[in-house]
């Protein structure tokens, strides 16, 4: 079992910044890639970043060059910091850990980004 804990999210002007984090816990060392996703009212969940526990990284064309996400293994947490963030990238942020067969979801944290 792998629990995961967002933080970071918040209200910022458009052209702003965030820093999202993901710490998990339990059975961690079994994680093979984290991922952020997100989730706008009346849209579907869209995957925003991949990293993968070799440090393999890739994004939605819609962010690129804007976002990054980064890992620590040593404190098994995964971030995503936000820069120059648009009204449309307002959604819940959702962290999201595969240890196959099974995928573990945080709790979501809000971003808004007001223009």
């Known amino acids: 079992q792998v629990r995961l804990v967002e933080s970071g999210g918040g209200l910022v002007q458009a052209g702003g910044s965030l820093r999202l984090s993901c710490a998990a816990s339990g059975r961690s060392s079994s994680i093979n890639a984290m991922n952020w996703y997100r989730q706008a009212p009346g849209k579907q969940r869209e995957l925003v970043a991949v990293?993968?526990?070799?440090?393999?990284?890739n994004y939605a064309d819609s962010v690129k060059g804007r976002f990054t996400i980064s890992r620590d293994n040593a404190k098994n947490t995964v971030f995503l910091q936000m820069n120059s963030l648009k009204p449309e990238d307002t959604a819940v942020y959702y962290c999201n850990a595969v240890s196959a067969p099974y995928l573990y979801w945080g709790q979501g944290t809000q971003v808004t980004v007001s223009s």
């Open positions: 990293i993968t526990s070799g440090g393999s990284t």
